[in-house]
């Protein structure tokens, strides 16, 4: 047998990862174990609850710049630019949402075909999500988001699925 008529499944059992595919090749249905479909669709969850969270914040705009506004202490700054610099925050925050909404989505369906190091990117994409939530700018929805993106790492992590999740063998 060569090695291109291995399964993934065969390829993951000697440390492997999945068989690179060429374009227009059929692609082998994946099964992958359970907790990695939870955490398929929990990461897909997170990114939905994201965008969500962001989109009620920009909902919000006009009370986060009149509180601002309250809040200004400097003469040299006017409303109008803090209402400028609001506004501007507030939609990148929200395509930064969809961002990593795509991102999280993209990786977590690499994740689930048993790439290792999808699920190092998911790691540090939810790292990152939890310190920008708790260090920027959150509310109680994208708290929740982040929350549900750390359950989802956590899962891919469980015992029953590190064989899922093959080491690369290291070459002499």
């Not at 991102?103 to 790439?115: D, N, P, Q, S, V």
């Amino acid at each position: 047998m060569s090695d291109s008529d291995e399964t993934d499944d065969q390829r993951r059992k000697k440390g492997l990862p999945p068989a690179p595919r060429l374009s227009g090749s059929e692609r082998e249905p994946v099964n992958p174990p359970t907790p990695v479909k939870v955490s398929f669709v929990l990461w897909v969850v997170s990114g939905l609850v994201l965008i969500a969270g962001f989109g009620l914040t920009l909902t919000a705009k006009q009370d986060i710049v009149d509180r601002l506004v309250e809040m200004n202490n400097d003469p040299r700054i006017t409303d109008e630019q803090l209402a400028s610099g609001a506004t501007s925050l507030l939609w990148t925050l929200f395509v930064g949402a969809i961002v990593f909404a795509v991102l999280f989505a993209l990786f977590a369906y690499k994740a689930r075909e048993g790439t290792r190091s999808a699920r190092t990117i998911l790691t540090v994409l939810a790292a990152v999500s939890l310190i920008f939530q708790m260090v920027l700018f959150s509310n109680i929805i994208t708290l929740a988001s982040a929350l549900v993106s750390i359950v989802a790492v956590a899962i891919m992590y469980l015992p029953s699925v590190q064989d899922y999740f093959p080491k690369v063998p290291k070459s002499l």
